[in-house]
């Protein structure tokens, strides 16, 4: 079992809260990924960070942000949540050498509901 | 064109039958290749990687064909519990730690 934990499992929330959603994994993997999943539909990455203070968006246009002070954490914050983030928020990590070795392990998901 | 293409089924298949799909993938340097399993509002998880000259893990066999770039997943003796939406991954283009995800197959295996 991987060891990448995320917290809370659900949030349900109204317009305009900041909200958090952490992400910690014990791997001390370098590499750490935000995606986002609605119900049926494939993954898109929102945040990648290749380690310690490096932080890139990723393909989907997101109003969320990241940070990365330590290896093991990666939260992702909205200041103001909106319907519209309503999804199933994904954070994996992996160790970041090329090849077959290159796996990303996630953790269980934050189904966020934005009211 | 996408990166990666998956036919996203369902494939309806008896129990104890074998089922085979493909996925293909456009960039031609890619090197990292892996099948996850996703069940319904779960998170991905790893069921392969694919390395050059084929793999197999039990009951699952993972093939590479690099010339028509292409993956490939079978599954034999299928079990209720291989139900769920198969992922394809590749490595992306533009950065070898990022990675371009398939819209997924559905396999239902049915008694």
């Known amino acids: 079992e991987a060891?990448?934990?995320?917290?809370?499992?659900?949030?349900?929330?109204g317009t305009g809260k900041k909200i958090t959603l952490e992400c910690s994994q014990t791997m001390g993997h370098d590499k750490?990924?935000?995606?986002?999943?609605?119900p049926g539909m494939e993954l898109h990455l929102i945040h990648y960070s290749y380690g310690v203070n490096s932080t890139e968006k990723g393909?989907?246009?997101?109003?969320?942000?990241?940070?990365?002070?330590?290896?093991?954490?990666?939260?992702?914050?909205?200041?103001?949540a909106r319907p519209s983030h309503t999804s199933q928020y994904l954070c994996a990590s992996s160790r970041g050498t090329s090849?077959?070795?290159?796996?990303?392990?996630?953790?269980?998901?934050?189904?966020?509901?934005?009211? | 064109r996408k990166e990666v293409e998956q036919d996203p089924g369902p494939f309806n298949v008896p129990e104890g039958?074998?089922?085979?799909?493909?996925?293909?993938y456009s960039n031609s340097a890619s090197q990292s290749f892996?099948?996850?399993r996703q069940?319904?509002?779960?998170?991905?998880k790893l069921l392969m990687s694919v390395y050059s000259s084929g793999n197999e893990d039990g009951r699952f066999t993972a093939q590479l064909n690099r010339a028509s770039q292409y993956i490939?997943?079978?599954?034999?003796?299928?079990?209720?519990?291989?139900s769920a939406t198969y992922l394809c991954v590749v490595n992306r283009a533009d950065s070898w730690g990022k990675f371009q995800f398939g819209a997924g197959t559905q396999v239902v295996v049915t008694p």
């Open chain 2, 72 to 82: 490939s997943l079978l599954i034999r003796d299928s079990k209720l519990s291989d």
């Open chain 1, 99 to 115: 090849g077959s070795y290159n796996e990303q392990f996630f953790g269980p998901g934050t189904r966020l509901t934005v009211l």
């Open chain 1, 3 to 13: 060891d990448i934990y995320q917290t809370p499992r659900y949030l349900v929330i």
């Open chain 1, 32 to 38: 750490m990924y935000w995606y986002q999943q609605d």
């Open chain 2, 17 to 24: 039958a074998t089922v085979a799909f493909n996925c293909t």
């Open chain 2, 34 to 36: 892996f099948w996850y």
């Open chain 1, 59 to 80: 393909d989907l246009s997101s109003e969320s942000t990241v940070s990365r002070i330590r290896t093991e954490h990666f939260p992702l914050t909205l200041e103001s």
């Open chain 2, 39 to 44: 069940d319904c509002r779960k998170e991905p």
